[in-house]
């Protein structure tokens, strides 16, 4: 809870995901793993957070941590409210045109994103619909 709370002020936001020492992803992306059901909740609301900052977008999205990787893998397998969480995530990283095309075609999104439109969670299903209404935008991907 402490670091989700910590994700909700826009300074913290940019310390929390810095290029420096004090990027918190790789740890927060363990703790999505190897975790119980609450402490992934709590890791995944974080990360949806972070992910709303325009400057975070581009360092989340980075091979650096295998983040995005790490989010389709919950996308997948994740409980219900992981999902909400992660799809979420997706969503917002999808607003930036940069990313759209990497998420696209060098993450391969879209599978995971269709089989997430059968889930009966409402939430998910709109995060989902809002990230192929993000991703369509760009003219590359409707080629894809």
């Not at 650096?64 to 919950?74: D, G, M």
């Not at 996308?75 to 969480?85: M, R």
Request: proline share 1%.
């Amino acid at each position: 809870g402490t670091f989700m709370n910590l994700s909700i002020n826009n300074e913290n936001k940019k310390k929390l995901v810095s290029n420096d020492n004090n990027n918190i992803v790789p740890t927060l992306l363990q703790l999505l793993v190897n975790s119980n059901d609450k402490i992934k909740e709590n890791v995944s609301d974080t990360l949806m957070n972070l992910s709303i900052d325009n400057e975070n977008q581009r360092k989340l999205i980075s091979d650096e941590n295998n983040f995005v990787a790490y989010i389709l893998e919950f996308l997948v397998n994740g409980d219900y409210k992981t999902k909400e969480n992660v799809s979420g995530t997706l969503m917002n990283l999808s607003i930036d045109t940069k990313n759209q095309r990497e998420l696209v075609s060098k993450h391969c999104i879209v599978p995971a994103l269709l089989k997430l439109l059968a889930n009966d969670n409402d939430k998910i299903k709109e995060n989902v619909s809002g990230t192929f209404m993000n991703l369509s935008i760009d003219t590359e991907n409707k080629r894809e």
